[in-house]
């Protein structure tokens, strides 16, 4: 099986304008993706940008930049999906290159470990899922047992549907949920292909990552988060 993974960077942002390129602990943001995806056991690692800029940056890190991604594929309003297919079929097309299995790396996530990368192949070649989704536990306020809502009255519920009334005591006794963290997506090349291209597929599996490693960067206050963590990070040896 090929196993290819996809870095999407278009050159447009609304929350942080050209974050894809701004620097973090003296690097491009896009670069930590790169380096941390070279060093896992993917066989390829593709950016797909619409921007020369960062084709030259992925190009210098040492990532592939075969193609700039078309305009249409490079608004803020469009799915993932048809820029992996994009990809894909671009593989194919202009070097026979069949891409079996896609991990989505997006650059936003750069405190992504190689293992992380390498934990979700083995966990999916293992479980034979049609996809894997990388999350962290919903922890407190963010389960859905202590979280509210309207219901169609206007009457305050919680958000799994129930009256305050039943509302759990103790964190303890919270059911778990889980919240994508967008550290990692591993699918099958099949699943851009259903009647509604998806990254999941039938078969999902998830693989719960440590929350120091958790972010998501899309304003100032994600990246001063990012920074701090890291830093903590950097103390403990990583991003040397």
């Not at 619409?50 to 193609?67: L, N």
């Not at 608004?75 to 993932?80: Q, S």
Request: positive net charge; contains cysteine.
């Amino acid at each position: 099986m090929n196993i290819v993974g996809i870095i999407p960077a278009r050159g447009g942002s609304k929350g942080i304008p050209s974050k894809n390129t701004r620097r973090l602990y003296g690097k491009p943001l896009i670069a930590w993706t790169i380096l941390t995806a070279l060093k896992s056991s993917l066989d390829r690692v593709i950016v797909s940008t619409d921007d020369p800029k960062i084709k030259k940056i992925a190009k210098r890190y040492g990532a592939e930049a075969p193609f700039l991604r078309p305009a249409k594929l490079a608004g803020d309003k469009g799915g993932i999906e048809p820029v992996l297919k994009h990809t894909v079929e671009w593989l194919f097309k202009n070097e026979h290159y069949h891409a079996d299995i896609v991990v989505l790396l997006l650059p936003t996530s750069p405190l992504r470990q190689p293992r992380h990368i390498d934990k979700i192949i083995d966990h999916f070649i293992e479980t034979g899922a049609d996809s894997i989704v990388s999350v962290s536990e919903a922890i407190a306020n963010n389960n859905p047992y202590w979280m509210l809502q309207r219901d169609q009255n206007g009457r305050v519920i919680l958000a799994n549907g129930k009256p305050l009334t039943e509302i759990k005591d103790r964190r303890q006794e919270l059911p778990p949920y889980f919240i994508r963290n967008d550290l990692v997506y591993i699918l099958k090349n099949e699943n851009l292909y259903e009647e509604k291209p998806n990254l999941y597929g039938k078969k999902v599996e998830l693989l719960q990552t440590e929350p120091e490693f958790d972010i998501d960067i899309n304003n100032e206050q994600d990246w001063l988060l990012c920074q701090f963590k890291m830093k903590q990070l950097r103390k403990k040896g990583y991003f040397r």
